[in-house]
């Protein structure tokens, strides 16, 4: 029953900023706290974790490929997940996915794919001059 559903992808030049969201539906957040991690996939190249965000947004983990350049962040009012992409390169062309799994506790945050149920059907990220 839980939907994802990302935007906010497209065509930008290296060096440049992009904000994805991710809004979830189809849940209740108190009786079904989620933790929202941001997978890629680039051709060729096997799925990987850039960021997650535990229930309760205390807990927060990057990829050491986009450390220090994405930063994620929610908004539990509105049911939407932010990744803000700063100092964009080629590198970081690849279909981003939002994906969401059941907490046990509001700090978890795993950035694994076992540890996620749903999945949002993704938005390309082109980063290209």
């Known amino acids: 029953q839980l939907q994802l559903v990302e935007s906010g992808g497209g065509l930008v030049q290296p060096g440049g900023s992009l904000r994805l969201s991710c809004e979830a539906s189809?849940?209740?957040?108190?009786?079904?706290?989620?933790?929202i991690g941001w997978f890629r996939q680039a051709p060729g190249k096997e799925r990987e974790g850039v960021s997650c965000?535990?229930?309760?947004?205390?807990?927060?983990n990057y990829g050491d490929s986009v450390k220090d350049r994405f930063t994620v962040s929610r908004d539990n009012a509105k049911n939407t997940f932010y990744l803000q992409m700063n100092k964009l390169t080629p590198e970081d062309t690849a279909i981003y996915y939002c994906?969401?799994?059941?907490?046990?506790?509001?700090?978890?945050?795993?950035?694994?794919?076992?540890?996620?149920?749903?999945w949002g059907p993704g938005t390309q990220v082109t980063v290209s001059s």
């Open positions: 189809g849940f209740n957040s108190y009786y079904f706290p989620i933790h």
């Open positions: 965000i535990s229930s309760s947004g205390a807990t927060i």
């Open positions: 994906a969401a799994g059941t907490s046990l506790d509001g700090s978890m945050c795993p950035v694994k794919t076992f540890a996620y149920d749903y």
